[in-house]
């Protein structure tokens, strides 16, 4: 196994992170000892996570680097998402994956790119569409609050009370039927918004390679830092079919 995409000012955050002895090679060989000697060791040199997902943890090792470790009663779920992550990543090598760093050779833990849940307004604020619709009327609701959306953010790019279908989560649904579910229609305002999008370009090229489906809600997606610059990308590519069959389904 590989410290993978890294490179010298990431290598500097990272073992910035690994003071006072914290060790990716002794916390390797910790699992021999099963998850728990591993999360010991990790809440030890790093302190609490900061989340919890169902078969995974994560602890922080620097502002933009996190550490993801398989834990629990779904410990082997958590193993094979950090393998299906890791692999997607090296196959695919998409800018609209997490970046992964480092990965244990047994794949209890993988080392990424930091990423923060994506909201509705982040959308409209980085691609510059809203999610659903524009919002219409004042910048005032009823209640007096101001309305996150059109117009707080865009009054200056579309007239007021403008409707317009077209938005991500109706571009999204174009492409997963088009590229992954195989239910393929024309929409030429579609097929001009992805082409006038870099980003929606390469969604719409990671979706053709993967056929990767089920992606539609804005839960899909998380926001990460680089080059000081807030960027859109897919934020678990490590559960796949596959797994919810054998793992989680009941």
């Given at each position: 196994m590989k410290v993978i995409k890294i490179n010298e000012s990431q290598k500097k955050r990272l073992f910035e992170a690994y003071r006072e002895g914290f060790s990716l090679k002794e916390l390797s060989a910790l699992g021999n000892n099963g998850w728990g000697a591993q999360y010991d060791y990790c809440v030890k040199w790093l302190g609490e996570p900061n989340g919890f997902g169902s078969s995974r943890c994560v602890f922080t090792l620097s502002d933009n680097i996190i550490l993801k470790l398989a834990m629990g009663g779904q410990y082997k779920a958590g193993i094979a998402q950090n393998k299906q992550e890791y692999e997607m990543y090296e196959t695919c090598d998409s800018p609209l994956?997490?970046?992964?760093?480092?990965?244990?050779?047994?794949?209890?833990?993988?080392?990424?790119?930091?990423?923060?849940?994506?909201?509705?307004?982040d959308f409209e604020?980085?691609?510059?569409?809203?999610?659903?619709?524009?919002?219409?009327?004042?910048?005032?609701?009823?209640?007096?609050?101001?309305?996150?959306?059109?117009?707080?953010?865009?009054?200056?790019?579309?007239?007021?009370?403008?409707?317009?279908?077209?938005?991500?989560?109706?571009?999204?649904?174009?492409?997963?039927?088009?590229?992954?579910?195989?239910?393929?229609?024309?929409?030429?305002?579609?097929?001009?918004?992805?082409?006038?999008?870099?980003?929606?370009?390469?969604?719409?090229?990671?979706?053709?390679?993967?056929?990767?489906?089920?992606?539609?809600?804005?839960?899909?997606?998380?926001?990460?830092?680089?080059?000081?610059?807030p960027t859109l990308v897919i934020l678990d590519s490590g559960l796949n079919l596959d797994i919810w069959g054998k793992y989680y389904a009941d």
């Open positions: 994956l997490v970046r992964i760093y480092n990965v244990d050779k047994n794949f209890t833990f993988l080392i990424s790119e930091s990423v923060v849940p994506a909201e509705e307004i604020q980085i691609l510059g569409l809203p999610f659903y619709h524009w919002v219409q009327g004042s910048e005032y609701g009823d209640d007096g609050e101001d309305i996150v959306g059109y117009d707080k953010y865009f009054d200056k790019l579309k007239k007021p009370h403008q409707k317009t279908e077209i938005n991500i989560y109706n571009i999204l649904a174009y492409i997963e039927s088009n590229y992954a579910i195989g239910e393929p229609y024309y929409d030429e305002e579609m097929e001009k918004a992805i082409k006038n999008s870099e980003w929606l370009s390469q969604f719409r090229d990671f979706v053709m390679h993967t056929s990767m489906s089920d992606f539609c809600q804005v839960e899909n997606f998380g926001i990460v830092n680089r080059n000081g610059n």
